[in-house]
């Protein structure tokens, strides 16, 4: 798992996201968000997550919060 800190959400579209180790921002769709709502996501907030290779490039996927 990656710790990374939410850097941008698109709340109308449900969609964000995550920077990486390295330096990068990743994509992430609300739909891989596991035990928090994407409505109480904050940006700035710490979370660890695994990267994916989805259609367009990397997407973080399995995304919780980095507290518990």
Same mark, same amino acid.
Not at 17 to 34: C, K, M, P, T, W
Not at 39 to 48: D, N, Y
């Given at each position: 798992?990656?710790? #990374? %800190? %939410?850097?941008?959400? +698109? ?14 921002? !990743?994509?992430?769709?609300?739909? $891989?968000?596991?035990?928090? &709502?994407? $409505?109480?996501?904050?940006? #700035? $907030?710490? +979370? %660890?997550? &695994? +990267?994916?290779?989805?259609? &367009? ?5 399995? !995304? &919780?919060?980095?507290?518990?």
């Amino acid at each position: 798992m990656t710790t #990374g %800190v %939410v850097r941008r959400l +698109v709340g109308g579209h449900g969609y964000g996201f995550v920077s990486s180790n390295a330096g990068r921002d !990743i994509f992430f769709h609300h739909s $891989q968000l596991e035990g928090i &709502k994407f $409505q109480s996501l904050k940006e #700035g $907030q710490s +979370v %660890v997550y &695994k +990267v994916g290779l989805g259609e &367009k490039g990397f997407v973080a996927k399995d !995304i &919780k919060p980095a507290d518990g």
